[in-house]
């Protein structure tokens, strides 16, 4: 780790003399370490690591229209081999070949305009949309900016290039449009469209969301809808469905903190003769803010078990899916805080189409949550959170009921 600092310093410093006078430069992220316990269905035996993250992002302002940038990312997790197996990582001796480049791109302020053009590999996602269809990194380009009163937000990405010089590319195209009626309204639009010429198919989004905020209540739905379409190239469908998510969230804002209700359904696929589920063109951080980590995501997982397991297991297997969560914060002095989650969880069928995969039920069980922690020196921040799930019949193996699920965290998080 002494070596990377020092190699990222150096870095910074030819960077800083080869820029113009005028340059800015800022290094922002966040170092990550978490001691962790789990124990998932899937998995037989409790899991113990020590999850260890440093996130570098170095933005060079050239001027005022063209910044450079560089997201790099080192997973050292204690006692483990580097990602790409190259050296000891955070095994002992270290000097593992693991840095990773999330982002590295450039942006473009077009003079005089609202519009801004970002090309390379750079964070990208449907916004309003609990992160259903698509949220990360990817290579592309990015134009946003105004149109009248509607911000616009447009992205085209190459998920995979295939052989060259064979059309059989994964090809991206997303939009998002958003626009607010004063300080109460707000309406956003999503489309996005998957061209994958190598499998034949594409998959079509399409999504609205509306929020109302009056005084201290604020309430959000959104609806969301996607279709598929596979061609076997004869000028024949081959395969065709289509599916849809219902979500509905109120929140409040208390004397001692914040609180949210949230609901959402999806649809379940019950014709064998289509593919009506709905999977995403490439999620990564779906429903990652109701303070729960072992249902939904786990909104500071690094290398460790992201959770998920009602929108893998159930939503986008073709069971459907209902959610019930409250969560919320509680305000407490002398920089401590708290975070508190539970929910409930079933499938809307028990069987996908086809009926090939049948469950004992449709319960997937229920999870309560609760975080504290205590931040030093403004920065160091230190928390222990916990998580505890009685899974249902859902996930029941013949006549063997499943094991209860928990995972405790104790977390040290810098950001900076």
Do not use: C
């Amino acid at each position: 780790m002494k070596k990377l600092v020092l190699a990222l310093i150096a870095l910074g410093a030819i960077v800083a003399v080869a820029s113009p006078a005028f340059a800015e430069i800022k290094l922002n992220g966040y170092y990550r370490l978490q001691g962790q316990a789990q124990s998932f269905t899937a998995v037989e035996d409790t899991e113990t690591m020590f999850d260890n993250r440093l996130r570098l992002k170095m933005t060079d302002t050239l001027n005022d229209y063209i910044s450079v940038v560089y997201y790099g990312e080192v997973d050292t997790p204690w006692g483990m081999t580097s990602k790409g197996g190259v050296g000891g990582g955070g095994q002992v001796a270290a000097d593992g070949v693991n840095v990773e480049t999330k982002n590295a791109y450039v942006n473009f302020k077009l003079p005089d305009t609202s519009w801004s053009v970002t090309t390379g590999v750079q964070g990208w996602g449907a916004s309003g949309f609990e992160y259903l269809v698509i949220a990360d990194d990817m290579a592309g380009l990015n134009a946003a900016g105004d149109l009248g009163p509607v911000k616009v937000d447009f992205m085209y990405s190459k998920f995979n290039e295939g052989v060259k010089t064979t059309w059989d590319d994964v090809d991206f195209y997303g939009l998002n449009l958003g626009m607010k009626a004063g300080d109460t309204v707000g309406l956003k639009a999503f489309l996005g469209y998957k061209d994958d010429n190598a499998a034949q198919n594409t998959d079509m989004f399409v999504g609205l969301n509306g929020d109302v905020k009056i005084a201290d209540i604020g309430l959000e739905a959104f609806v969301l809808y996607k279709s598929l379409v596979a061609d076997d190239g004869t000028g024949a469908v081959d395969e065709e469905g289509s599916a849809w998510v219902a979500d509905l969230k109120g929140k409040m804002k208390m004397p001692f903190g914040n609180m949210k209700a949230h609901f959402a359904y999806f649809s379940a696929d019950d014709d064998a003769t289509d593919k009506n589920t709905f999977d995403p063109a490439y999620g990564a951080y779906e429903y990652a803010s109701d303070n729960l980590m072992i249902f939904l995501t786990d909104v500071y997982y690094n290398n460790g078990g992201q959770g998920g397991l009602a929108i893998k297991d159930a939503a986008y297997e073709g069971y459907g899916l209902m959610l019930l969560t409250v969560s919320g914060d509680v305000k407490m002095g002398n920089d401590m805080y708290a975070k508190y989650g539970a929910g409930y969880f079933a499938a809307v069928d028990n069987t996908t189409n086809n009926e090939v995969a049948t469950t004992k039920s449709k319960d997937l069980g229920f999870e309560v949550d609760a975080m504290i922690g205590k931040k030093f020196a403004e920065k160091y921040d230190l928390s222990l959170r916990g998580a505890y799930a009685v899974a249902g019949d859902f996930y029941k193996v013949g006549t063997d009921s499943p094991d209860d699920m928990f995972k405790v965290v104790a977390m040290l998080n810098v950001g900076f």
